[in-house]
């Protein structure tokens, strides 16, 4: 048969397998385009509850076991995430921050009230050094807030001297007499935060001046240019990003934007972590792959300013936000977190994964104890939440190789809506391991899904790992952190050199490597 003969079968194969079968994901194993960058699986940890006191920061003298104040447990559990990026201090806390305050002895570092977080006193006890050696500690980079609307260009000039400059200057010697000698390796500078909201309730218009003129002073003064984050838009509001991008484009290296999923009825009422039933877990996963269009849209209006795709789309905080649990300080947002909240975070790295050409950095809120977090901790006790396992079992995509695929999915229907019920990415790293990870939404159903590999063979197929549950609300609790963990999943069939299929439980994440040639 001649070449030609064997490119019309192979096109034929394909779109009667994808024309048939119901469920079907086609991966095109050599047309990879762009870098999945491993900056998408970053994390955030703002001065708010108790994210950085109690969660991360015990201090030196407390009883909880501590490597020089980080807890111990938090910190090994994060080592073991390999999380690329941390975002800090915050949030809506970034522009009430005057870094002065959290450098030197501890015991002269002013107090100041957490206005934004349940009006507690903020000691500083955790302040720049604490922060940028432990990112030293995660082997992560630092990205780090600046505080625009109560603070000045000159302070922030002085953060990042303090912070990146090796010279004999006024402020590189304030660090060094502190007792750091050499500057950290800071990478990303965010220009505010929120600025349309807690931020300075700014206009885009208003921001956009303040951004081009802190930005003009965000780098040169240590041994890198700082990447230059704007503030960017809340949700859907496209005209913050259409006005910063017009006023503003060549003076960011990067444009944020934040989107929260909420379950509930609004803001007023988000919803219990835990306790709902179906219609509140549906409309969890169908409010979480609204990010889809937002980055869609976010991105094509860069598109029109920026057709090189110089600026990154950083979703600098995202994640579900519930009603807090019972009994706990309303200002702290400390929520439990479920087997639900595990398939909003699978289905939105897929996402990010598939708009890897523009986003770039995502930052989930937040790290320990605050929104769907990490880690939760009580006491001297930890454990891991089921999103936690989520960011472990994508590991394999930081840094690789977004294969493009084309998935036709049943559809997932609750109460006259539907949705699509698989959700899936694949990339190919640099040793040659294809990774795919796909989910299932349905609570109700397991499915069926074949998978096709076009243009390499499969020569092996390793056990997996699946994610899944007895309900979707089960959680992980201090006595019985292992309810939501992954187990090794076997699922799978090879049906040729180019097909496998895959038996997906009811509400699972599933992860998968392959070696092909
Ligand atoms: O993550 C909690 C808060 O949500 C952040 O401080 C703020 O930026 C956002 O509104």
């Excluded at 795709?309 to 702290?332: A, H, K, S």
Aim: proline share 3%.
């Amino acid at each position: 048969m001649k070449v030609q003969s064997y490119l019309v079968l192979a096109i034929m194969v394909l779109f009667l397998s994808t024309a048939f079968a119901q469920n079907a994901l086609d991966i095109y194993a050599n047309a990879a385009e762009h870098r999945i960058n491993k900056n998408i699986y970053g994390h955030f940890a703002e001065h708010l509850g108790r994210c950085i006191y109690d969660g991360i920061w015990v201090g030196p003298d407390s009883d909880i076991p501590n490597v020089n104040g980080y807890r111990k447990d938090v910190l090994e559990a994060l080592q073991a995430l390999e999380i690329p990026v941390l975002r800090w201090p915050g949030g809506c806390f970034a522009d009430t921050y005057h870094w002065m305050d959290g450098i030197g002895p501890v015991e002269k570092r002013p107090k100041i009230k957490n206005v934004f977080w349940g009006g507690v006193i903020e000691d500083n006890s955790f302040g720049t050094h604490e922060f940028l050696n432990l990112c030293e500690l995660l082997g992560c980079d630092a990205y780090v807030s600046a505080n625009v609307s109560s603070g000045t260009v000159e302070e922030m000039i002085d953060w990042i001297v303090y912070m990146t400059s090796d010279d004999d200057v006024e402020m590189a010697n304030l660090r060094r007499q502190n007792g750091r000698e050499e500057p950290w390796d800071v990478k990303f500078i965010g220009i505010g935060n929120e600025s349309w909201g807690c931020g300075g309730e700014m206009t885009p218009e208003h921001y956009a001046d303040l951004m081009k003129t802190y930005s003009s002073y965000a780098r040169h003064y240590g041994g890198r240019d700082l990447v230059r984050v704007g503030s960017g838009a809340n949700s859907g509001d496209y005209n913050w990003t259409r006005v910063l991008m017009e006023e503003g484009a060549r003076f960011i290296d990067a444009l944020g934007a934040h989107y929260y999923t909420i379950a509930g009825e609004g803001w007023h009422n988000k919803s219990s972590a835990t306790d709902f039933g179906e219609a509140l877990y549906f409309r969890g996963i169908q409010q979480g792959l609204r990010i889809d269009e937002l980055v869609s849209t976010h991105a094509a209006i860069m598109d029109q300013y920026d057709r090189r795709q110089r600026v990154g789309l950083f979703i600098d905080e995202w994640g579900i936000w519930t009603n807090v649990e019972p009994g706990t300080n309303p200002g702290f947002l400390y929520q439990q977190n479920s087997l639900r909240d595990a398939l909003i975070a699978a289905t939105t790295l897929n996402i990010f994964n598939q708009h890897c050409d523009r986003v770039r950095m995502a930052n989930i809120a937040q790290t320990v104890n605050v929104l769907q977090a990490m880690i939760l901790t009580e006491g001297d006790r930890m454990l891991r939440t089921p999103t936690y396992h989520v960011f472990n079992m994508y590991k394999g995509h930081k840094n690789a190789l977004l294969l493009p695929s084309h998935l036709v999915s049943e559809d997932y229907e609750f109460d006259g809506q539907s949705i699509p019920a698989i959700s899936s990415s694949t990339s190919l790293s640099d040793d040659g391991t294809i990774t795919m990870t796909v989910s299932n939404a349905n609570p109700n159903k397991a499915i069926a899904l074949e998978i096709t590999v076009v243009g390499k063979m499969i020569s092996s197929i390793q056990d997996g790992a699946v994610l899944t549950a007895p309900a979707v609300n089960s959680i992980n609790t201090f006595d019985q952190p292992d309810v939501v963990k992954p187990a090794v999943f076997k699922a799978f069939q090879k049906e040729s050199d180019h097909v496998l299929t895959v038996e997906l439980p009811s509400k699972s994440v599933v992860a998968l490597s392959l070696q092909c040639k």
